[in-house]
């Protein structure tokens, strides 16, 4: 169930399938609206088929405090209706059309997406144009859903303790950035959120000069900007539309450690992350080293913490590491220990930070690194297969203050780290200063910081 | 020395209108069939293998041996430790993977052209040759045990579990197919040997392959990888009736939203019925905004984020199921909401206009599934798993329009048993009777 969801911890938690973007640039067309509205095509003719995105650069981190959980609001009840769609009848008239609706919301970007036979995409345009200024809401629809988000909160981070330690520890991550609000809105704001919360975000946020709109599939470039020009074209700029200027991290001077207890953890586990920085437009080398630093880590059978911690001692069942550099401020480092039966959770983190440590006096090993840069390359051809994945990875780079010249030139900057990259990021990003450590274990027992 | 010993290449279908399908059937020297697209335009292809039996082979007092055995098949094979292989794989830049059901062991891969043969060679010593050493089944072993810890306290996996053990009991269905922490301790060498020789079996295996490759590579392919399994010695497990009384059995856990489980007896692929229960279920609870249960639950009066139902038709059962999850005061009233939506299309059917639109969806939806050499290869063996024929991609959006409203009052009135649907609670629910005990784990 994917269902005007959240994009949430998987993204970051999973050891980045970091790869690669199309490089073949003339699969690739780009245009801008005369109203601001950027848009991406990406052609793929091996089926009649086409997803057509539009992505807000308004996330989670774009709320006013007092309201988290609004971006995310919003986005349901874009599901509502305008004045010529009645409420519910947009996903209707996608699925009677054989297509396939959804949306997300991140920290910095709300998508909306569908996906239909390539010569529906006219239809697909004219309604996400509409509902990109004509939204209609009533008092009784936006109660509604409240309570659906508020079932969709208790499944997706009340139910999981895993969830709820997720939310602590991003928390005390950012000590003054909104990265630290979660994307559904903490319960006590979500259970407040009215009517007037969604039109002013809907305001502040949904105009053309800040959408970014991608098209996947069996099009030809040339239709797609005369369709976008019909559609998104007549839309006036906002122009109090400026770049988003968030409140940034102070320094971080004191490392945060915490323990959080629930009965429903039935196996303790620790994650340490630190600040880390991220992809900037025309300077992604250092995130590309921590990608890198990340693969070699924790990538996979074969990546350094498995080697030390589960064959050349027995000490944790799983292990990884996990970065995703595409994000508009300072983003996070991650390292998981899932220690071995009879190991405590002190043990395990000494263990892991042995290992970082051996592996910073090491060096990385060469044919490692070959191989990872091998897979990467061949990741290009695999992602191919799939143009909707592309559409994500150019929508989620555009929104996340990137350009279409930093996807493309993102494989070769990853092709060019070197092992002394590596080490070197691996130096400077290992501050414990700028980290928080986290033990989540079950009913109060052993264990003290 | 292609074509030799003849490839046999029987039915190639195209699709009309909307896709240049063409399904070209494969038949190896040594006796292995399989289904191919080929789509040589980027330079990998996707092969996917099924092998029947699946964790359904456990034998007793085995459950987890053939999950335990499939997780240790890239832990290391013929000359190679588990890093090792895992060292060759990453260099040839392919993937694989190895997953397990009730019903099937399935074998997902996806290689380059330039180093197929090194890729088809590494994969086949996974299958045919892996080691099981002491120290990969000790370490794969603990990841296992620790999964199978935290499903203890994961209402989702608590659900299913009880669920399975009410309805399916007796049959190796009605037990969790990763098996329990004390079945998975006590697994030795020689039971995960026995267990990959009764599951990955050269007679009970489908193929499908999207890609670029030709008819006559894949045939060889297939010998080379598959040829050297042995043939089928333990029988499929016998078909099971469930039981379903219409009762809820609640499971108390501590935890703010309760998550219930539901269903009754389901209806079986090859039944003539099939298609109008399927269209039926899409319009009831196909888990699409337009489904019934999901306006009635959801949009309506907010009781959760998401309901959905759906057909299970497994080799030796049919199930019908569904998932909801609300808040603990609220869950009462969802499950009151399913059985009242149960009740009204197992008497009334569905609408014209329902219909019509379940149909303009599913026709429409049909080809976007094609879009990729993985998605087709796993429609390919799905396929033949299902044992359709590939013309059966032309005809399945014909035998959707087909459905008419008198075929869905008929199989709703057949299908839908309100008094049997059962639900198992987890959670701290209000207003519904624990007629169960505490988990025990």
């Known amino acids: ?449 | 020395m292609k074509l030799i010993w003849g490839t046999l290449i029987a039915a190639v279908m195209a699709v009309p209108a909307w896709a240049e399908i063409k399904i070209q059937q494969v038949q190896s020297p040594g006796g292995i069939s399989a289904w191919l697209v080929q789509e040589p335009s980027i330079p990998f292809v996707s092969i996917e293998i099924m092998f029947e039996g699946g964790a359904s082979l456990d034998l007793p007092g085995k459950r987890g041996a053939t999950y335990l055995m499939t997780g240790l098949l890239e832990e290391g094979a013929a000359d190679l430790d588990a890093r090792g292989f895992a060292r060759e794989v990453e260099a040839l830049a392919a993937q694989f993977s190895y997953d397990v059901s009730d019903d099937y062991v399935s074998v997902s891969a996806k290689f380059l052209t330039e180093n197929r043969d090194q890729a088809v060679d590494l994969l086949r010593k996974s299958l045919i040759e892996p080691a099981f050493d002491e120290a990969s089944i000790a370490r794969v072993r603990a990841q296992v045990i620790s999964g199978l810890r935290s499903d203890l306290t994961d209402p989702d996996e608590i659900v299913a579990r009880r669920f399975k053990e009410i309805a399916l009991a007796g049959h190796p269905y009605g037990t969790a197919y990763e098996g329990t922490q004390d079945s998975v301790s006590s697994l030795t060498r020689d039971d995960l040997v026995t267990a990959h020789s009764n599951a990955l079996v050269r007679d009970r295996v489908y193929v499908g392959a999207a890609g670029d490759i030709s008819a006559e590579d894949l045939s060889d392919l297939m010998d080379e990888l598959l040829g050297d399994l042995p043939l089928a010695t333990t029988p499929l497990p016998d078909r099971i009736d469930p039981v379903f009384d219409g009762g809820v059995t609640v499971v108390p856990f501590d935890t703010p939203q309760s998550v219930a489980q539901f269903g009754h007896i389901g209806i079986a692929r090859d039944d003539p019925d099939f298609f109008p229960a399927y269209v039926l279920n899409v319009i009831l609870g196909g888990g699409g905004f337009e489904a019934r249960l999901m306006t009635e639950v959801r949009e309506k009066r907010g009781l959760t984020y998401g309901v959905y139902s759906y057909l299970v038709p497994k080799n030796s059962t049919a199930l019908y199921l569904g998932r909801v999850a609300s808040a603990n005061d609220r869950i009462a009233e969802a499950i009151e909401v399913i059985r009242t939506e149960w009740e009204r299309a197992a008497t009334e059917g569905v609408t014209a206009d329902e219909l019509a639109r379940a149909k303009t969806y599913l026709t429409g939806a049909y080809p976007l599934r094609f879009d990729g050499n993985g998605p087709i290869a796993n429609i390919l063996v799905g396929m033949q798993t299902q044992d359709l024929s590939p013309e059966y991609i032309v005809t399945r959006n014909d035998s959707v329009n087909a459905v008419t409203l008198d075929d869905i009052k008929r199989v709703a009135a057949r299908l839908l048993q309100p008094e049997n649907l059962s639900f198992v609670v987890v959670g701290q629910p209000v207003g519904l009777d624990s007629e169960d005990q505490p988990q025990d784990g």
């Not at chain 1, 970014?212 to 005369?226: E, Q």
């Open chain 1, 1 to 449: 169930m994917l269902h005007r969801a959240l994009m949430l911890v998987a993204v970051m938690v999973c050891a980045a399938p970091v790869l690669a973007a199309e490089t073949a640039s003339e699969q690739v067309t780009t245009f801008t609206l005369d109203n601001g509205m950027e848009a991406v095509v990406i052609e793929d003719h091996r089926a009649p088929a086409v997803v057509h995105m539009v992505w807000y650069r308004a996330g989670s981190a774009d709320e006013p405090a007092g309201v988290s959980g609004i971006a995310h609001f919003l986005e349901h009840l874009m599901f509502k209706g305008t004045d010529t769609i009645a409420p519910g009848e947009f996903s209707q008239i996608v699925a009677a059309n054989g297509g396939t609706d959804n949306a997300f919301t991140s920290f910095d970007y709300t998508g909306y997406f569908q996906r239909v036979a390539a010569d529906r995409l006219e239809l697909m345009m004219q309604m996400e144009a509409d509902r990109m200024v004509n939204l209609t809401l009533t008092q009784d629809e936006v109660r509604t859903e409240r309570e659906v988000i508020l079932e969709e909160r208790n499944q997706r981070v009340e139910n999981d303790p895993g969830a709820l330690f997720n939310e602590q520890r991003r928390a005390a991550l950012y000590m003054n950035h909104r990265y630290g609000v979660p994307i559904i809105g903490w319960r006590h704001e979500i259970e407040s959120l009215d009517l007037q919360d969604a039109l002013d975000f809907y305001a502040d946020n949904y105009a053309p000069n800040n959408a970014i709109l991608v098209v996947a599939g069996d099009v030809d470039p040339a239709d797609v900007k005369r369709l976008a020009q019909t559609y998104y074209g007549p839309i006036p700029a906002d122009p109090t539309i400026v770049p988003r200027q968030r409140p940034q991290e102070p320094p971080q001077l004191s490392e945060r450690r915490m323990v959080m207890n629930d009965p429903r953890v039935a196996q303790p586990y620790i994650i340490r992350t630190y600040l880390a920085p991220e992809r900037d437009p025309g300077a992604q080398e250092k995130a590309a080293a921590l990608v890198m630093l990340a693969e070699v880590l924790g990538g996979g059978q074969t990546s350094v913490l498995n080697r030390k911690l589960q064959f050349e001692t027995q000490t944790v069942v799983y292990t990884s590491a996990f970065y995703s550099g595409t994000s508009l401020d300072d983003t996070g480092f991650g390292l998981v220990a899932v220690p071995a039966d009879g190991v405590s959770l002190q043990e395990a983190e000494e263990a892991l930070d042995k290992a970082v440590a051996e592996f910073i006096t090491e060096g990385v090993d060469a044919a490692q690194l070959d191989r990872i840069k091998f897979q990467m390359r061949a990741q290009q051809i695999y992602a191919r297969d799939n143009v909707d994945r592309l559409a994500r990875r150019y929508g989620g780079a555009l929104a996340s203050g990137l350009t279409v010249a930093d996807v493309q030139a993102w494989p070769d900057i990853l092709q060019a780290v070197t092992e002394a990259d590596i080490i070197a990021a691996a130096k400077e990003i290992f501050d414990r200063k700028k980290s928080v450590t986290g033990w989540l274990m079950g009913a109060e027992q052993e264990g003290t910081l």
